[in-house]
């Protein structure tokens, strides 16, 4: 016995009917883990050989259909327009006699100049490390250190962050 163990799915002529319609009535473009369970139903009962033999015929209607060229340059621009964003894109930008990243950047960012977004994201991020590295010794300014018990910190805290002007007697 192989270390592999694979689970065989119970074939159903409604599951068969779900892998014609998705691939086609040649058995190599089954899934692999469902082949074999399929050809076994198709052998055994009339119904999924009835099934497997209209999609046949359909896939030999398909086959002997010409592949037409696109009709115009104006479909195929239309075609490559209503591609998903991101490949619209990519490729916009390798199309682009200006330089790949600047029309990536144009792209992205078709609103002007992107330096008002990069500098805003610069000051927030410069702004996040300033906080974050000068709360510790605002927290040791106010008398928060390790020592301090959690319910006291959180009391203080509090007190702090909604500016009472009375404080707890602990506090003073």
Same mark, same amino acid.
């Given at each position: 016995?192989?270390?592999?163990?694979?689970?065989?799915?119970?074939?159903?002529?409604?599951?068969?009917?779900?892998?014609?319609?998705?691939?086609?009535?040649?058995?190599?473009?089954?899934?692999?883990?469902?082949?074999?369970?399929?050809?076994?139903?198709?052998?055994?009962?009339?119904?999924?050989?009835?099934?497997?033999?209209?999609?046949?015929?359909?896939?030999?209607?398909?086959?002997?259909?010409?592949?037409?060229?696109?009709?115009?340059?104006?479909?195929?621009?239309?075609?490559?327009?209503?591609?998903?964003?991101?490949? +619209?894109?990519?490729?916009?930008?390798?199309?682009?006699?200006?330089?790949?990243?600047?029309?990536?950047?144009?792209?992205?960012?078709?609103?002007?100049?992107?330096?008002?977004?990069?500098?805003?994201?610069?000051?927030?991020?410069?702004?996040?490390?300033?906080?974050?590295?000068?709360?510790?010794?605002?927290?040791?300014?106010?008398?928060?250190?390790?020592?301090?018990?959690? +319910?006291?910190?959180?009391?203080?805290?509090?007190?702090?962050?909604?500016?009472?002007?009375?404080?707890?007697?602990?506090?003073?």
């Amino acid at each position: 016995m192989s270390g592999k163990m694979t689970m065989q799915r119970q074939m159903t002529l409604q599951r068969l009917s779900e892998i014609v319609e998705a691939y086609g009535a040649a058995p190599h473009r089954w899934p692999a883990d469902e082949r074999a369970a399929a050809l076994a139903f198709v052998s055994d009962h009339a119904a999924a050989r009835q099934l497997v033999d209209a999609a046949n015929e359909l896939d030999r209607m398909l086959d002997a259909a010409p592949a037409a060229a696109p009709a115009s340059a104006d479909l195929v621009a239309r075609i490559m327009a209503a591609r998903p964003r991101a490949v +619209a894109v990519i490729a916009a930008a390798h199309q682009s006699k200006d330089g790949f990243w600047k029309s990536l950047i144009s792209e992205i960012w078709p609103y002007g100049s992107p330096a008002f977004p990069a500098g805003a994201l610069a000051a927030s991020i410069m702004l996040g490390v300033t906080f974050g590295l000068t709360a510790p010794s605002a927290m040791a300014a106010i008398g928060l250190g390790t020592q301090t018990a959690t +319910a006291d910190v959180g009391e203080r805290l509090v007190a702090i962050a909604l500016a009472e002007n009375t404080y707890t007697e602990d506090f003073q």
